[in-house]
Each structure stands twice: as C-alpha cells, then as structure tokens.
C-alpha cells in the first residue's frame, strides 16, 4: 500500500514541479500573478475546462475520443441563452437544466454511434461536431444574443459569489467530488476502467460494454451542456462560433494529467493538474511582458516539455516495479 | 473496437469461389458508387457544374491538401496520428517567403521550403519513437502549437509575397489543359500506392498496424519505418506549403489552420481505419476527389456553410455506418449459424 | 479501379462539351462573400447589399465561409466564377492572399471590389470603406483621453494581430498620440484577443493586472469591447477604468446604459452593404471603373465619388457613427 502511495505522488510530482517552478518564474516578472484576485480570476477562467477534462478522460479511458464537445457547448449555449431572452422569467436553474439535457442528447447521439453504430469514436464525433456546429449556426439565425437581453439572474450564475467563492469554481469542485466518488467507489465507474482496459475481458465478465460506452459519452454531453451554460453566463454573450476548437485544449489538459490515449488508465489528481497548468498558461502569457507572437510557442514548447517530463517519470516508475519483481 | 477474427479465415477465403457481391461490397467500390451518385446530384442541382472549366479550376481548391492525405494514410493504417500537419505547412510556407524576401533565389527557397517541412516530420518521428510511452496525439498536438508558433515568432502580423511569376504557375497553371497540380498529385498518388500496397515496406506498415509487438519481435524495424513515415508526412506538407502559397501568392502564419481535421476526414471517409492495419490508398484519393466535388457542386448553388458542415459531417457518419451494418447483419448470421452447429 | 477514374472522368468532361451554352439568360448576379458565417454584423452588411440589389432588379448571392479564413473564401471566389456572376464584393480575410483568384475572376469579366475588410489595390478596381480610418484611429483616441481627464496610461485590445483594418486605425492612433497636447497620457500596450472571447476576457484581465494605473482602454473591435465591458462591470471598475471602441450597439448596451463605456464608435453596416452593392452596379454598368474622380449615385445614399487611397481607390461612407446612452436604445435592436 505504501509503494502505491508513493508512486501516485511520484507520478504526479513532474507536473506539479513544473507548475511550481512556472508560478515562481512568472512571479518573479510580474508580481501581481499569485495575487489573490489573480488567482480568483484563473480558477475562474480554468473552472470550465476543468469540468470538461473529467468527461473526456471517462472518453479517453475508454479508448475513445470526443471531439464534438466544443460543438455541443456552443449549441446548448446558444439555445440556453435563447430561452432566457425571450422568456425572461426562466430561472438560472432551469436554464441549467435545459442546456445540461441538451448536452446529454447530443452526447447519446455520439454515444449511441459509437455503441450500437460501432462508428469509431474519431469518426462519429468528428462528423458529429460538423452537425452540431451548422446547427447551432442555424439555431442563431446569424445572430448572437447579447448581455442586454440576458436577464440579470442568468448572467449571475457566472459573477455571483457562494461563501467568498465564485459560482463556477463551486460548480467545478462539486463536480469533481461526484466524479471522485464516481470513479474510485462507484461499481459502474470501475467498470469504465475495465472496458477500457481490456474490453473483450470485460465483456465476458459480464459487464455491457455498450451500456458503459453509452454512458461516457452521454456524461460528456452533459457536462458539455452545462459548460455550455456556465460559457454563455460568464460571458454574457452567445456566438455561433463559440468554443471552436475548445476540445483540443481539453484533450491537452487530459493527456497533461497522464490519462494514457491507449485507454484504461487516468486519475482524477492527474486531470485536475493538467487543467490548472493550462490555466496558467493562458492566465500567464498575457502578465508577462513577451511579445504575443512568442505566446504560440511558449505554450507548445511547455506542453511538450510537461508531456515529456510525464513520460520520463512514467518510465522511472514502471522500471521501479519491475525491479521490484525480480526474483 | 475489437473484431473476432475467425482462426480459420485463411484457408476458408482461398478456398472460395471468386464472388461478385463480395468484391464489390468492398469500401472502395462504395466511395466509386458514391462519387457517381455526387456527380449525378451535382449535375442536378446547377448547370453550371458539368464545364469543363470548372471541373478543371474546382480541382487546385481541394487538391493542395490531398498530397497531406497521402502519408496521413500511412500514418493511421500505422496506428497513429499527426495533427500538426496544418503547422508544418505554415511554417515551411513562411520560412520559404521570408528566405525569398531576405535575397534567396526563388528556387532554392523552394527548396528550403521543402527541407524545412522535412525537418519536422523529422522532429515528430524521432520524438514519437523515443518517447513510446507518449501518443502521437499529444506529441503531434504540443508540435503543432510550436510550429505555428515560430511562424509567428518569424512573420509576426506580416504577409510575404511577391513571387516570382513563374512560381504562380505551380497552382495555376495547366500542362495542355490539365491543371499542373492534378499531374504532381497523380505522381505521387501512384509512389504512394504503389509502396504501400506493392514493396515490403508497404506491408511491414500494415503488419505494424495489425499489432506492434508482433511486428518488432518478428525484426521489423519499426522505429525507422516511423520516423520515415512521420517525415514523409513532413515533406508532404512542405508540397501542400508550395501549392497554397502559390494559390494565395502570399503567405502569413496563420495559413492552413483546420487542414488536419479535413486531411483526417478524408483518409476515414477512405476507409482506412483508426484502429489501424487496414485501408487502402485508392479509397483516401477516391475520398479527396468525393469531398472536393460534393463541396463544389453545393457551393455552386450557394449552399450555406452551416448546412454543408451538416451535410459532410452526415456524410461521414452514415457513409461509415452503412458497412457496418451490413457487417453486423452478416455477422449475426454467422453466429447464429455457428450456434446452430453447437459451438 | 484506377484506370476506371480516368474514364470516368473523361465521359464526364464529354458530356460537359455537350452541355456548354446551354445556360439561359437569367437576371445578373451580383455576388457578396462575408469574413464568416453567424456574424451578426456580417448579416446586416449582407442585408445592405441585398436590398441595394432588389432596389436594382438583380440577384443577389449572399456568401460565407464557416471559418475566417482565406483558403475558404479562394475556394468561393472560384464557385462564383463558375456561376459567371457580374461582380464580386469582397470582405477580405485576409489583405494579398485573395490576389491571384481575385485576378482571375477580373480575366474573367467579373468586376471587383472590396468592401470593409480591404483586399491590395490590385486585386480589385474600388474599395468601399465604412469611414475613414484617419478618422477612426483619431476620434478613438480624443475619445479616451477626454473620458480619461487629459492624463494616464492607456492600452488598445485589438482582434488579430493580421487584420490589416485593425492595424491602420491603431497606427493612426499612435500617429495621433504623438501630438504634444498627449504628453501625459501613455499607450502601454497592444494586446490581441483575436476576437475570441475567452482570449479577450483573459488578455483585458491580464492589462489590468500588468498595469495597475491603467485608466483608458480602446477596443475597436466588436468582441474586444464587449469582452472588455463584461471584465470592467464584473470588477466594479466602472469610472476607475474607461472604454471606448468600435463595438455593435446591441452587443455594447448593456455597458454603455450602465455607464461603463459612455460612449463608441461604428458605422451602420447596412449603408456599407448597400453603398457597396450600387458601386458594384456602376462598375458592371460602366458608369465608374474605379479611378479617382469618377461618380456615381447610390440609391438612398445620394451622389458618390471615388477618391485615391494608396495605390487604388475608395469610396467613402461617412464618418464613424458615436453610439452614447442617449440613442443606445433606439440602434440596440437594429444591429
């Protein structure tokens, strides 16, 4: 027990020392950045990506990918934002709700293409990203609905504050302690891990590979209808083209948290680093005085840097158990 | 997705009689059928479309980034991936422009167009291949920012251009009255057909696919033939990078952003599968020519861009869902047969 | 299979001989191709046109590609040729790179010109522009500076750092800060949200972090403004840190009636779609051919003329139109 222990701190260790040092070499050219406000504002800002990674990395482990989350966002966003316009007395509330259901529609969609369709995840989710984006654009009429015609309860779901905390930040943190319980005591959470890992293994133990495959996307969709949501209060505007290319970055904050692409394996600790380092990232560049055309390259070259520390930790820890074995 | 492979398929296929319906449920066959039908359809809907001249002029707008298809095709029948082609193309594009604005002979920039696209196909091979633990998606991923980002770093908020004329020509310009670029990519069309599916390297990449471990054990170099594959696609966009520079005889970094999606739509439309080993090149050049048209003729009667991002993103989904349901439906038949024999 | 293609593509081409000329007569087409689809302001502008078109008895073919790109808008370009429209007004995305097909479509007969977002001289034969961006970089700047009380450090959040409109109007607003009656106030940055929400939101965040004192902001760009508005309420900063900027009034009514942004610039981009779907009509009629001192009448916008800018020529709508919370309420559903 105290060998995993050890090895779960030693293979988050090379992403939060890169956080680390990265905090401490930004602190030192700007001094406003481990501000309080500051760091409310990156919390904030990283809140929905965070909510997204723990979808994807269920995605992931399974062995699969979902790149129409940033398509379902926006639609769920879009047609969210539409209601409370033209009802104005919707409550925030139910307005979550709507746009969280949408989300798990277009999710069952993707989940049910990949499960009963055996459409390969890449393929149904990219063509289904195409779907949803032209639809959100039809939805919107060429249109975007803007921050005077949200009432203002809508656009508090975004601002408001919970005991000194920002609304999102207690969204994202209730999110992650279901997804916590979900994933490590939950029988249908440990499932997801085992068609991950072994699929054929899994289905012959008797557990619905199609079920759980259904399952992961629909919990995608829905978390990408409530980002959807929460985007569209914390900006206070709706765009057709919203989030374009937002799945990308949550593939990053995944693969950053050492959720393996091959399927089977990816913690809850390990996403959640992922997702504050690219929070940093984004909440840095502009502190810093670099000029903006090296901020492409700064993010990449950090990324592939995080990702190789990653790998190297990895293997020193694979090597540690098979020494471990020798007899 | 797993298939069962039946143990004893070998001998059960050579022992069977050539059938027609089995050789022409073939995917390829599918993507002939379907081409036909976008042709029929397109003809239908404007009248503008059957001319020669359009016919002729809608091919330099989808064929720049067919020459990326061709080593993407590899690359997934190896079971992996590459999203930072769309960068390589920028950035071999803006160093090629930038070289020819700083004195460099047009046709040595073009050269160092093409060495730098080589470069980093180079550059993601070798890391891929040292970092196994790594997938390609992520080292691609974190590479395409870079790429993109020097382009930045070098061009900043600038266009270069002003070729010299003779360079406009590449995308421009006809051979008798076939465009020059459908002859380039019908050249390497056929070198990349005829490695994968006629040299021994074509069928190591497949064995590669079909299982990795196999393949290394049984002395395939595989890490070579990666970093091969991975810098062939470098070269590839480095061409695309030659091809859209001429068409926009300007370049800025920000060019070529979204190519790696549409590169990857074509190749699964193709029939080459994700999960590797299995695909054919005929299929992805059968996808490049079936999407370009189909773009074509709908744009020839104004389609909205949001409807034709629904109607190529249902074209994928049902244009893959269809075998598959056949596949199945023969699938149950053959389990119910093997149940009735008592296994 | 791969000498069946070749065939195939053959009997196509033959049967295509058979079918040349048999196009009937039809009304002209005047064609327009927008930046992006889903753009609020990009509709209206396309809108203008058509109504100039319906005004003129020609057809309209209204065009916009899914994503902001150049590669998109070439392909375009090339459709429209095909269809052997009359005239082709552009909303670039991109300054030179549309040149060669641009180029092209004039071989071809087609009349050019650009509208809004300029394409190079010699890519089309006039340029409509909504107003001057002498003025706008200038008016920008007097604005902040007389909302600022005279003194303090300034920055400008802009969109990309490519689009060549941006890049004049903020040239012109350094042109404008070098007047000595400007010598306390201090531009400290430009910053690119790329006219991505989330990127503005966190670029706006960051200036304000950077620069503590920092009293004045200009945006001229729609989803930089809002971006910014939203950050200003959102911090309580309202007086402590002024915006102004070209901003879309249903976008920017929340912030101007609030008092957060007293007051921005635009244009209305039905009159430029408008204007520019006239002068379209003029070049295919002949009455202008796009070089200085040529004329024409525009419909409701009364007489036009065309005046040099750079190596081409221009037309010109107006002056940038001030949005304040007096006339918010009458334009915030207009556009």
């Not at chain 1, 009802?87 to 409550?91: G, I, L």
């Given at each position: 027990m105290a060998d995993f222990k050890a090895a779960f701190r030693s293979r988050d260790i090379g992403l939060l020392g890169l956080i680390v040092v990265l905090a401490v070499l930004v602190q030192s050219l700007?001094?406003?950045?481990?501000s309080p406000e500051n760091i409310a504002d990156m919390t904030k800002n990283t809140a929905i990506l965070a909510i997204l990674s723990i979808g994807m990395m269920l995605v992931i482990i399974t062995r699969g990918i979902d790149l129409s989350i940033g398509a379902t966002l926006a639609l769920s966003g879009m047609i969210s934002a539409q209601t409370v316009a033209t009802?104005?007395?919707?409550?925030p509330v139910a307005a979550l709700l709507l746009g969280t259901l949408i989300g798990l529609a277009c999710g069952a969609v993707v989940g049910g293409l990949v499960s009963k369709?055996?459409?390969?995840p890449i393929i149904a989710s990219l063509g289904l990203m195409n779907v949803f984006r032209g639809v959100t654009f039809l939805v919107s009429g060429g249109k975007w609905v803007s921050a005077n015609q949200m009432p203002d309860s809508f656009k508090a779901i975004a601002t408001s504050d919970f005991l000194g905390l920002n609304t999102l930040i207690w969204v994202a943190v209730m999110v992650y302690l279901i997804a916590y319980w979900f994933v490590t005591w939950n029988r249908t959470g440990r499932q997801i891990y085992a068609v991950g890992s072994n699929p054929d293994s899994a289905q012959i133990s008797g557990i619905n590979n199609n079920r759980i495959l259904l399952l992961v996307y629909v919990i995608m969709g829905g978390l990408s209808g409530l980002a959807g949501v929460l985007w569209v209060s914390k900006f206070a505007s709706a765009q057709?083209?919203?989030?374009?290319?937002f799945e990308l970055s949550v593939v990053a904050a995944c693969v950053l948290g050492?959720?393996?692409?091959?399927?089977g394996s990816g913690r809850i600790s390990g996403i959640l680093l992922g997702a504050l380092l690219l929070g940093i990232l984004n909440n840095a560049l502009p502190l810093v005085?670099?000029?903006?055309?090296w901020q492409n390259f700064i993010q990449g070259t950090i990324i592939l840097v995080a990702v190789l520390i990653n790998a190297l930790v990895k293997r020193r820890f694979n090597q540690r158990i098979l020494q471990k074995r020798k007899i | 997705m797993t298939r069962e492979k039946n143990p004893n398929a070998t001998t059960v296929e050579l022992s069977q009689p050539f059938s027609l319906a089995k050789f022409f449920f073939q995917w390829e066959w599918m993507l002939v059928v379907l081409f036909l039908l976008v042709n029929l359809l397109n003809v239908n809907l404007s009248p503008?479309?059957?001319n020669f001249d359009n016919l002729k002029d809608a091919l330099p707008t989808f064929l720049d980034k067919a020459f990326i298809v061709l080593p993407m095709v590899f690359i997934i029948i190896l079971g992996e991936f590459d999203i930072s082609v769309g960068s390589i193309v920028a950035l071999s594009s803006v160093v090629m422009a930038l070289a020819f604005q700083m004195g460099l002979p047009m046709e040595a920039a073009v050269g160092l167009c093409l060495l730098v696209g080589t470069l980093c196909g180079m550059f993601n091979g070798i890391i891929i291949v040292k970092f196994k633990e790594l997938s390609a998606v992520i080292v691609t991923l974190a590479t395409m920012i870079i790429f993109r980002g020097i382009a930045y770093i070098l061009l900043e908020d600038q266009a270069a251009g002003h070729f010299p004329s003779w360079f406009k020509?590449?995308?421009?310009?006809?051979?008798g009255d076939v465009p020059t670029i459908l002859i380039v990519f019908l050249v390497f069309a056929l070198l990349f057909g005829w490695v994968l599916h006629k040299t021994a390297l074509g069928r190591r990449v497949y064995a590669i696919g079909n299982n990795v471990t196999a393949a290394r054990f049984s002395g395939i170099k595989v890490d070579r033939i990666k970093v091969l594959i991975f810098t062939s696609a470098g070269f590839m966009s480095a061409v695309t990078a030659l091809f859209l520079t001429s068409r926009m005889g300007s370049t800025r970094?920000?060019?070529?952003?979204?190519y790696e999606l549409e590169v990857i739509t074509m190749v699964v439309l193709g029939?080459?599968?994700?999960?590797?080993?299995k695909g054919r090149l005929i299929g992805a050049v059968l996808a490049v020519f079936l999407i370009g048209y189909l773009r074509n003729g709908l744009g020839l009667i104004n389609v909205p861009a949001q409807v034709l991002l629904i109607i190529i993103g249902l074209l994928l989904v049902v244009a893959v869902m269809v075998p598959n349901l056949q596949w199945n439906k023969k699938r149950a038949l053959r389990h119910g047969e093997r149940k009735k024999e008592g296994k | 299979m791969k000498r069946l293609f070749p065939k195939v593509l053959v009997a196509l081409m033959v049967l295509g001989f058979l079918g040349v000329g048999t196009v009937s007569a039809a009304p002209l087409k005047y064609a327009i191709i927008f930046k992006?689809?889903?753009?609020p302001y990009g509709e209206k502008e396309m809108e203008g046109f058509k109504n100039a078109a319906k005004e003129l008895g020609v057809e309209a073919i209204l065009k916009a590609p899914d994503q902001p790109t150049a590669e998109a808008q070439i392909q375009m370009i090339q459709e429209l040729i095909a269809q052997k429209v009359s005239v082709i007004a552009m909303v670039a995305n991109d300054y030179d790179a549309l040149q060669p097909a641009l180029e092209k479509a004039k071989a071809a007969g087609i009349k050019v010109l650009s509208l809004d977002s300029a394409v190079n001289a010699a890519s089309r034969q006039v340029h409509i522009n909504q107003a001057d961006p002498e003025r706008i970089g200038r008016v920008e700047v007097q604005a902040i500076v007389q909302m600022i009380g005279g003194k303090g450090e300034i920055a400008v959040l802009s969109a990309t750092s490519q689009a060549s409109n941006q890049n004049l109007w903020i040239d012109w607003m350094k042109t404008e800060l070098k007047?000595?009656?400007?010598?306390?106030?201090?531009?400290?940055k430009v910053a690119y949200g790329d006219d991505l929400r989330d990127k503005s939101v966190s670029e706006m965040e960051g200036l304000l972090k950077s620069y503590p004192n920092l009293k004045g902001v200009i945006a001229p760009t729609t989803v930089g403004i809002a971006a910014a508005g939203k950050v200003i309420t959102d911090k309580k900063l309202k007086g402590k840190v002024h915006l102004t900027g070209l901003g879309l009034p249903s976008e920017m009514a929340e912030y101007i009636q609030s008092g957060v942004c007293e007051w921005m610039y635009l244009w209305n981009p039905l009159d430029v779609g408008y204007l520019a779907g006239y002068a379209a009509d003029a070049l295919v009629k002949g009455?202008?051919?796009?070089?200085?001192g040529d004329k024409f009448k525009a419909g409701k916008l009364g007489n036009k003329v065309v005046i040099a800018d750079g190596d081409g020529t221009q037309v010109m709508l107006g002056d940038p139109f001030k949005f304040d919370a007096k006339n918010i309420a009458d334009w915030k559903k207009v556009y």
């Open positions: 700007n001094p406003s950045f481990l009802w104005q007395e919707v409550s369709g055996k459409v390969l057709g083209d919203t989030a374009m290319g050492g959720v393996n692409m091959a399927g005085d670099v000029s903006p055309f | 503008y479309y059957l020509g590449l995308s421009w310009g006809y051979v970094p920000n060019v070529a952003s979204g029939g080459v599968s994700t999960s590797g080993g | 992006n689809t889903g753009n007047d000595p009656k400007y010598k306390d106030v201090k531009l400290v009455t202008i051919t796009g070089k200085a």
